[in-house]
């Protein structure tokens, strides 16, 4: 059964730290493994800041604690049998031995110190006076073009926009930390208030319609120039003119009623006073004409 073990740290700390809510997400950003036991993997704290969880799928992870991310957990590959095979495997993996001397053989970094704390520093010019190789000096074995090329050696500048301009790990990193993390960006990028997904069929404001769809609904409508051209229209839409007679003419409401206000009321005694002496009533299909008294 394969074991996944990890410690987790104080900020800016070597103390390992234990009783931590801990969590375990794949790339799909699902929790996988945590202390609850209600999951199918369970995350053991060994009460020491160090934590083991068995059996977890063979896949890319990340380590949580709360709902942080662990910058330096990130991105965790769960070891196969191979991988470890690999990690076990002491021609690739060797242990520092300072009194070595073999091709084989690494030496720790005191060591490294120590044997460098014996050679030249750089404060000379490296001219072939100052460098004793036991022989004459002859530039054919003392190579000088090299320590002084500043296009090989350049001095750090953390002002410098050039390409051939050094920066220095406090700028990188402060440079790096202005830069979103890879959990912002899935939280934005999963974000479905901020991504939307394309429904043509949907009715709803939540809802995005295609180019595709739109330019169909728009084919639908009417043109600016169509709208125009209508209105425009003398023929159809005529303005009002209440002083006009023409057939063109169009009056009021107002100029309609006042017109007809102004005409004689027809009734039963204009037939008395032999006003209806030529009205003709039409009745039983005959024409009776009703004669003057």
Request: glycine residues 8%.
């Amino acid at each position: 059964m394969s074991r996944f073990s990890f410690g987790i740290f104080g900020q800016n700390s070597d103390e390992l730290i234990s009783g931590l809510d801990v969590k375990i997400r794949d790339v799909n950003d699902t929790v996988i493994a945590d202390k609850s036991g209600n999951l199918a993997h369970t995350i053991e704290d060994n009460g020491d800041g160090t934590y083991y969880v068995d059996s977890l799928p063979q896949s890319l992870i990340n380590v949580y604690v709360g709902d942080s991310a662990q910058d330096e957990l990130q991105n965790i590959f769960f070891p196969t049998e191979a991988t470890a095979d690999h990690i076990s495997d002491d021609t690739k993996h060797r242990a520092i031995n300072d009194v070595g001397t073999g091709t084989t053989e690494t030496f720790s970094n005191s060591k490294v110190n120590t044997l460098l704390a014996s050679k030249s520093n750089t404060s000379h010019n490296h001219a072939t006076e100052y460098a004793t190789l036991g022989h004459d000096h002859d530039t054919d074995y003392a190579d000088i073009s090299h320590s002084g090329d500043n296009s090989l050696h350049r001095t750090i500048n953390d002002s410098g926009t050039g390409e051939y301009n050094l920066f220095s790990a406090s700028k990188i990193n402060t440079e790096l930390a202005l830069k979103a993390d890879d959990a912002d960006l899935t939280s934005h990028s999963g974000d479905n208030s901020v991504h939307r997904e394309i429904d043509d069929s949907g009715v709803n404001n939540t809802d995005l319609f295609s180019a595709s769809k739109i330019n169909t609904e728009l084919a639908l409508k009417a043109d600016d120039a169509d709208l125009t051209s209508h209105s425009g229209d003398a023929d159809k839409h005529r303005e009002i003119n209440d002083l006009g007679s023409g057939v063109t003419d169009v009056w009021s409401g107002n100029h309609i009623i006042t017109y007809i206000n102004n005409k004689a009321t027809f009734s039963s005694d204009d037939f008395a006073g032999g006003l209806g002496s030529d009205v003709t009533i039409k009745q039983d299909f005959n024409d009776q004409t009703i004669l003057d008294n």
